[in-house]
């Protein structure tokens, strides 16, 4: 107990020192222009600018669809697109963590690494997707309607194959460090999110018009990546469909490693609202959805820290240390204040998707809040981990969280209602990153 005590103290003398660098840097005018120029912070504000205006963009389409269509729809809708996207999940098998680490060093073979990666992912996506729909009476019995529907069929089919490719076009650009072009397609994809799910209410009054108005947004800029942005920041790239064995080879262990990490990580926030509807009702579940996607939202500041961090330290591994304790500074001085904001306003907040929303999803909203600070000090160890290539630590951390935020989460919404999901994903998260941040700081120190 002894040894722990030192490691204890320092952790607390190193929040109190990093909550006063954050005053320093917001009250110092000169001090914002020098951060804003240093490498490390630019790409981190870029991605998570455009990860938040994104997600903001994305409350707007809820927002929406709320306003236009049935509470019953928006449940079957908000299901539909979690299905396709934990599909797309298990479809991408880590290999956009792989580009990240190994393109940077990649040469000459770069757009065959690059090729190979969309193929494999792609054709996986197609085959993974007719599992899912052929044993939806296994796994998602409240789904079944949409086996027998040609149009939903093909929908799931087509936009987890796009769901699947947009965000590994991404990667290639973290990779590359482009964090402003990847700003400028997440803002693409929201706005026009939005302008699709408007344009589809006239038509139809079914989830097929909520599922295709998110599918073909990330289609297009799908598109507009891969032909327009991809072979501007990867010279001589042109997207062939190939196969190349021996890359696969030498990314093997590696992505093997983040494909699970990567599932584990995020495989709560799509599993969820599945064991929402099957165990309460497609209603239920709509309640459950907006504040949950409003809450996440706050996920992309500690993603985007994370994310820079990987990604600086893949071309430059000497920056990680020093990136590292950034990261931390910069988690708890964007955190902390959004949490606040969003515990004021959450019921006024899920007043714009209507009475019922509000009255039913306001306490689990301020309870997810809190909730982004343990899952970011474990996503930033996450960082880490990718760049020493610690694939023991890639999966045990987010397995035992992930494990306890599911687990918990189960038991406590049986027993209590919908907070009761909060309470338990904040108690499965918090349990792994108190021992996750005093590790950090006793590295910090050796």
């Not at 936009?159 to 693409?188: D, E, G, H, M, Y």
Request: glycine share 6%; net charge positive.
């Amino acid at each position: 107990m002894k040894p722990m005590i030192p490691i204890i103290l320092e952790t607390v003398i190193f929040i109190r020192n990093t909550l006063k660098d954050a005053i320093r840097i917001i009250t110092f005018k000169e001090k914002m222009r020098l951060v804003w120029l240093t490498p490390f912070y630019q790409n981190t504000y870029y991605l998570m600018s455009g990860n938040i205006i994104n997600s903001a963009l994305g409350c707007i389409f809820w927002i929406i669809a709320a306003k236009l269509y049935a509470a019953e729809v928006v449940g079957l809708g908000s299901a539909i697109i979690s299905a396709f996207r934990l599909l797309a999940l298990f479809a991408e098998l880590g290999l956009g963590i792989s580009l990240v680490r190994y393109l940077p060093a990649a040469g000459k073979n770069g757009n065959i690494m690059i090729n190979t990666c969309f193929t494999l992912s792609g054709l996986i996506s197609v085959i993974i997707s007719l599992i899912f729909l052929c044993g939806l009476n296994l796994w998602s019995p409240a789904l079944l309607p949409v086996r027998q529907d040609p149009l939903y069929f093909a929908a799931i089919i087509f936009f987890t194959f796009s769901i699947v490719l947009q965000p590994l076009a991404l990667t290639v650009l973290l990779a590359k460090l482009q964090t402003r072009i990847i700003f400028i397609i997440n803002i693409i994809a929201g706005i026009l999110g939005i302008v699709l799910v408007g344009i589809f209410s006239i038509f139809t009054d079914e989830a097929l018009g909520l599922v295709s108005a998110m599918g073909l947004a990330i289609t297009f800029t799908l598109v507009l990546c891969v032909l327009w942005f991809l072979p501007r920041v990867q010279n001589g790239y042109h997207p062939i469909p190939s196969i190349k064995l021996e890359i696969l080879k030498e990314m093997a262990s590696y992505s093997a490693g983040n494909f699970v990490s990567k599932d584990l990580i995020l495989m709560a926030n799509f599993i969820l609202p599945l064991i929402v509807v099957n165990t309460l009702s497609s209603e239920m579940n709509a309640y459950f959805y907006i504040p949950w996607s409003v809450g996440i939202v706050l996920q992309f500041i500690p993603a985007a820290i994370s994310n820079s961090l990987f990604a600086e330290a893949s071309n430059e591994e000497i920056t990680l240390h020093v990136n590292t304790q950034k990261s931390l500074k910069l988690l708890l001085l964007f955190i902390l204040p959004m949490l606040l904001i969003i515990v004021a306003i959450s019921s006024f907040l899920l007043l714009l998707f209507g009475q019922e929303y509000s009255e039913n999803g306001t306490l689990l909203l301020r309870v997810l809040a809190f909730s982004i600070i343990p899952w970011g000090i474990n996503y930033i160890y996450i960082g880490i981990a990718r760049v020493k290539k610690n694939i023991k630590g890639l999966i045990l951390i987010p397995a035992v969280a992930s494990s306890l935020s599911l687990g918990l989460s189960y038991i406590l919404m049986v027993q209590i209602g919908l907070v009761g999901i909060g309470l338990g994903y904040l108690a499965g998260q918090s349990a792994v990153a108190i021992p996750v941040l005093l590790n950090l700081c006793r590295s910090r120190n050796s």
